[in-house]
Antibody, heavy 118, light 110 residues
Framework: EVQLVESGGGLVQPGGSLRLSCAAS????????MSWVRQAPGKGLEWVSVIYSGGSTYYADSVKGRFTISRDNSKNTLYLQMNSLRAEDTAVYYC????????????WGQGTLVTVSS | SYVLTQPPSVSVAPGQTARITCGGNNIGSKSVHWYQQKPGQAPVLVVYDDSDRPSGIPERFSGSNSGNTATLTISRVEAGDEADYYC?????????????FGTGTKVTVL
């Protein structure tokens, strides 16, 4: 069974940093494309970043240059390093597994809340 | 950037049919996916590649896509279908791939 468990969220001051983790089980992270998707309070879903099986990474314009997606194959874990955080980055962050044959997300974690506030 | 527009809300009586639209420029040329999200929960994929259903999703959920509009149809609506619904596509028109979500539609069962 595919499982994704996020951790690392919390309260951080503007300008601060935070690293989110997504521990995967039931599949191999490095064999799939993996993404982070966020949802601000009361708002819709916003795609944040993707890492492909070959290692290529891409970001939404809103986080480019501040966020870094990575993975640790030995731990089967996905990460999101978030620097220079802003109030508008406040959201629940979900990790999601991409479909091997397409471009949808059949599996999601439960999410972790990041609050950027002084 | 590619934009997907959904109506903010749709209301439907139990047993009736709900139709949720997702508008985008020539969206008919893309594969559209739909997610259901209930309060406090993660999204769940209910339709992928325009009209396919993942295992475990009732046949009451169906999809279509043509021209500039994709549609998620929920037949014989039940109280448990009350949720937010999002469409999603993969857009390769920019200099790098993007995964775009629609603005979301809240379905209320009357």
């Amino acid at each position: 069974e595919v499982q994704l468990v996020e951790s690392g969220g919390g309260l951080v001051q503007p300008g601060g940093s935070l690293r989110l983790s997504c521990a995967a089980s039931g599949f191999t992270v490095s064999s799939n494309y993996m993404s982070w998707v966020r949802q601000a309070p009361g708002k819709g879903l916003e795609w944040v970043s993707v890492i492909y099986s070959g290692g290529s990474t891409y970001y939404a314009d809103s986080v480019k240059g501040r966020f870094t997606i990575s993975r640790d194959n030995s731990k089967n874990t996905l990460y999101l390093q978030m620097n220079s955080l802003r109030a508008e980055d406040t959201a629940v962050y979900y990790c999601a597994r991409g479909d091997s044959g397409g471009d949808c997300y059949p599996s999601w974690g439960q999410g972790t809340l990041v609050t950027v506030s002084s | 950037s590619y934009v997907l527009t959904q109506p903010p809300s749709v209301s439907v009586a139990p047993g009736q049919t709900a139709r949720i639209t997702c508008g985008g420029n020539n969206i008919g040329s893309k594969s559209v996916h739909w997610y259901q999200q209930k309060p406090g929960q993660a999204p769940v994929l209910v339709v992928y590649d325009d009209s396919d259903r993942p295992s475990g999703i009732p046949e009451r959920f169906s999809g279509s896509n043509s021209g500039n509009t994709a549609t998620l149809t929920i037949s014989r609506v039940e109280a448990g279908d009350e949720a937010d619904y999002y469409c999603q596509v993969w857009d390769s028109s920019s200099d790098h791939p993007l995964y775009v979500f629609g603005t979301g539609t809240k379905v209320t069962v009357l």
